[in-house]
């Protein structure tokens, strides 16, 4: 039972006098003591019935609530009938720690209390092992017919209880979509990510401003262990407060979740077969007509092209390639982790990968999944990434035809180096960055980028930290202003004299003049380094 329900019609007269918001706490028993220090006796969801004898000073009420706080009690009711009303400081203490307060009446007795506790949580027990063995057959029965999403309407017609299974990068695989916004989502994953970096035991428990939530893992089967392409089991509540037989049933929830990922893991085999020789064809140069017949395979597996009508040889439209390279991931973790986070946006990508790198071929059609959103879509894979940890990927213009997949691949791996040149856990570079300094920069080798930037900003940033000087920010904003002083001083709110100051400065230090073009590209160039 929970505590609320010692408020309910039919039970005894208690007064609610502290902490409402912890009425769904569950007690599993009751312990009647007048000790100053009872918590040795306490082994966590009592109800601690008490006649406030132990109280002989207000600074009493402090000391016995944190103590059966430490030992575990989720409620403590306070007799009235030998002391009299409750008193405020013990009011007070309950509010502080969070502890629900409840007045018995000087006409209730404790025993009265017990004996309703006692014929409830009975009850509750064994109304959960008959429920458990029903739902166990009425879950399987699900999942046999309906796939995930019966099974957690099941559980949220019969039981109230909502679930969701998600994605790492928080695409709703099933669960009512409606009823978890995407910020919960993000913070679900980003929450049990963090915990699977930090090896903590599931269940993983995040408290959002919507509410509690508890968190299960729903390993992936393949033969690479990437905690980061795992799927997420939430469910609302905490399930560290269950009855162990709730318990069990969210255990089997989540190996029947597990199971679910392993079907459908299988079922992606044969479109793992097909993205690993159109990437063989795309590295020896192929036949654009031998490629395209095996994209055509590819296509028409996919759901939205399952129809009895002739297909075209090749979607309409144009192709995209995705490179990306991971590090300090295991070898295969890069491919599910891509087959993940493009799930919940297209059914038709082919992830081709070997070791740490993964190459991804879709049609143009969804282009603005990578283009536009695809750092968005991994952002909550950044919790997940140990220190050494990172993601990079390259995104190519369209291909128009399957002729051109060869040069977009190459395309796609030289907007991976710009994404590799910068700094970040997950970082994405597009085809539009092609045609930039970027790509120039990013082909410099290490230690001459270092070289060029330490030449020109070294000095300027040792004058900064020696006399709190702000000149670095001064160049950046000078560069952005296109030299324009007027509008420079606008922007960094300070005198033109004291602008023109600042800028004398850099060019003493340096030895560089800022009226020449040259110099000007060179601190662009720098800055961007840095």
Same mark, same amino acid.
């Given at each position: 039972?929970?505590?609320?329900?010692?408020?309910?019609?039919?039970?005894?007269?208690?007064?609610?006098?502290?902490?409402?918001?912890?009425?769904?706490?569950?007690?599993?028993?009751?312990?009647?003591?007048?000790?100053?220090?009872?918590?040795?006796?306490?082994?966590?969801?009592?109800?601690?019935?008490?006649?406030?004898?132990?109280?002989?000073?207000?600074?009493?009420?402090?000391?016995?609530?944190?103590?059966?706080?430490?030992?575990?009690?989720?409620?403590?009711?306070?007799?009235?009938?030998?002391?009299?009303?409750?008193?405020?400081?013990?009011?007070?203490?309950?509010?502080?720690?969070?502890?629900?307060?409840?007045?018995?009446?000087?006409?209730?007795?404790?025993?009265?209390?017990?004996?309703?506790?006692?014929?409830?949580?009975?009850?509750?027990?064994?109304?959960?092992?008959?429920?458990?063995?029903?739902?166990?057959?009425?879950?399987?029965?699900?999942?046999?017919?309906?796939?995930?999403?019966?099974?957690?309407?099941?559980?949220?017609?019969?039981?109230?209880?909502?679930?969701?299974?998600?994605?790492?990068?928080?695409?709703?695989?099933?669960?009512?979509?409606?009823?978890?916004?995407?910020?919960?989502?993000?913070?679900?994953?980003?929450?049990?990510?963090?915990?699977?970096?930090?090896?903590?035991?599931?269940?993983?428990? #995040?408290?959002?401003? *919507? $509410?509690?939530?508890?968190? +299960? %893992? =729903?390993?992936?089967? !393949?033969?690479?262990?990437?905690? @980061?392409?795992?799927?997420?089991?939430?469910?609302?509540?905490?399930?560290?407060?269950?009855?162990?037989?709730?318990?069990?049933?969210?255990?089997?929830?989540?190996?029947?979740?597990?199971?679910?990922?392993?079907?459908?893991?299988?079922?992606?085999?044969?479109?793992?077969?097909?993205?690993?020789?159109?990437?063989?064809?795309?590295?020896?140069?192929?036949?654009?007509?031998?490629?395209?017949?095996?994209?055509?395979?590819?296509?028409?597996?996919?759901?939205?092209?399952?129809?009895?009508?002739?297909?075209?040889?090749?979607?309409?439209?144009?192709?995209?390639?995705?490179?990306?390279?991971?590090?300090?991931?295991?070898?295969?973790?890069?491919?599910?982790?891509?087959?993940?986070?493009?799930?919940?946006?297209?059914?038709?990508?082919?992830? #081709?990968?070997?070791? *740490? $790198?993964?190459?991804?071929? +879709? %049609? =143009?059609?969804?282009? !603005?999944?990578?283009?536009?959103? @695809?750092?968005?879509?991994?952002?909550?894979?950044?919790?997940?990434?140990?220190?050494?940890?990172?993601?990079?990927?390259?995104?190519?213009?369209?291909?128009?035809?399957?002729?051109?997949?060869?040069?977009?691949?190459?395309?796609?791996?030289?907007?991976?180096?710009?994404?590799?040149?910068?700094?970040?856990?997950?970082?994405?570079?597009?085809?539009?960055?092609?045609?930039?300094?970027?790509?120039?920069?990013?082909?410099?080798?290490?230690?001459?980028?270092?070289?060029?930037?330490?030449?020109?900003?070294?000095?300027?940033?040792?004058?900064?930290?020696?006399?709190?000087?702000?000149?670095?920010?001064?160049?950046?904003?000078?560069?952005?202003?296109?030299?324009?002083?007027?509008?420079?001083?606008?922007?960094?709110?300070?005198?033109?004299?004291?602008?023109?100051?600042?800028?004398?400065?850099?060019?003493?230090?340096?030895?560089?003049?800022?009226?020449?073009?040259?110099?000007?590209?060179?601190?662009?160039?720098?800055?961007?380094?840095?």
């Amino acid at each position: 039972m929970r505590v609320r329900d010692l408020l309910a019609p039919g039970a005894p007269r208690l007064r609610l006098l502290a902490a409402e918001d912890e009425l769904d706490r569950q007690v599993s028993g009751v312990m009647t003591t007048d000790l100053h220090d009872p918590g040795r006796y306490l082994h966590g969801g009592e109800l601690v019935l008490t006649g406030m004898l132990w109280r002989t000073a207000p600074a009493d009420s402090e000391r016995f609530v944190r103590t059966i706080v430490a030992g575990g009690a989720v409620a403590l009711a306070a007799g009235e009938a030998e002391v009299g009303p409750v008193p405020e400081d013990l009011v007070e203490a309950c509010r502080r720690h969070r502890m629900p307060l409840l007045a018995v009446p000087d006409d209730i007795a404790f025993g009265t209390v017990t004996e309703f506790i006692g014929r409830q949580v009975s009850a509750d027990r064994a109304a959960d092992l008959a429920a458990l063995v029903d739902r166990h057959r009425l879950l399987v029965s699900a999942a046999g017919g309906g796939g995930l999403d019966a099974v957690l309407d099941l559980l949220g017609g019969d039981l109230d209880l909502d679930c969701w299974v998600l994605t790492p990068t928080g695409a709703v695989i099933a669960g009512p979509v409606d009823r978890l916004s995407a910020e919960d989502r993000d913070q679900l994953v980003r929450a049990h990510l963090g915990a699977q970096r930090q090896r903590r035991r599931p269940p993983h428990r #995040a408290r959002l401003a *919507t $509410g509690s939530y508890s968190l +299960l %893992p =729903a390993p992936a089967v !393949a033969d690479t262990q990437a905690p @980061l392409a795992d799927w997420v089991l939430a469910v609302a509540g905490d399930v560290t407060e269950w009855t162990t037989k709730r318990q069990q049933l969210a255990e089997n929830l989540a190996r029947l979740v597990a199971a679910e990922r392993q079907r459908r893991d299988e079922g992606r085999r044969l479109r793992r077969r097909l993205a690993d020789e159109v990437l063989t064809l795309l590295h020896r140069d192929a036949d654009p007509g031998e490629i395209s017949r095996t994209l055509y395979a590819s296509t028409a597996m996919a759901a939205r092209y399952e129809s009895p009508e002739p297909k075209p040889p090749t979607p309409e439209g144009s192709w995209l390639v995705l490179s990306a390279e991971g590090t300090g991931l295991p070898e295969g973790a890069v491919r599910a982790i891509l087959e993940e986070a493009l799930n919940g946006t297209t059914d038709r990508a082919l992830v #081709a990968g070997a070791g *740490t $790198g993964a190459v991804v071929v +879709l %049609p =143009a059609l969804d282009s !603005a999944v990578p283009a536009d959103t @695809l750092r968005e879509l991994l952002a909550p894979l950044e919790a997940g990434l140990g220190s050494e940890g990172r993601i990079t990927l390259g995104v190519s213009a369209p291909a128009p035809e399957a002729g051109g997949l060869r040069g977009a691949l190459e395309e796609a791996r030289h907007a991976r180096r710009i994404a590799a040149a910068r700094v970040g856990r997950v970082c994405v570079a597009g085809p539009e960055e092609l045609a930039s300094h970027v790509l120039l920069l990013a082909a410099v080798p290490d230690e001459v980028r270092r070289a060029f930037r330490s030449r020109l900003l070294d000095k300027v940033i040792a004058y900064d930290i020696e006399h709190q000087a702000d000149l670095v920010r001064t160049l950046e904003a000078f560069l952005r202003s296109d030299g324009s002083w007027t509008r420079c001083a606008a922007q960094l709110h300070v005198h033109v004299n004291t602008l023109r100051y600042r800028i004398g400065r850099i060019e003493e230090l340096t030895g560089r003049d800022l009226s020449r073009l040259e110099d000007r590209v060179d601190f662009y160039l720098a800055l961007e380094l840095a």
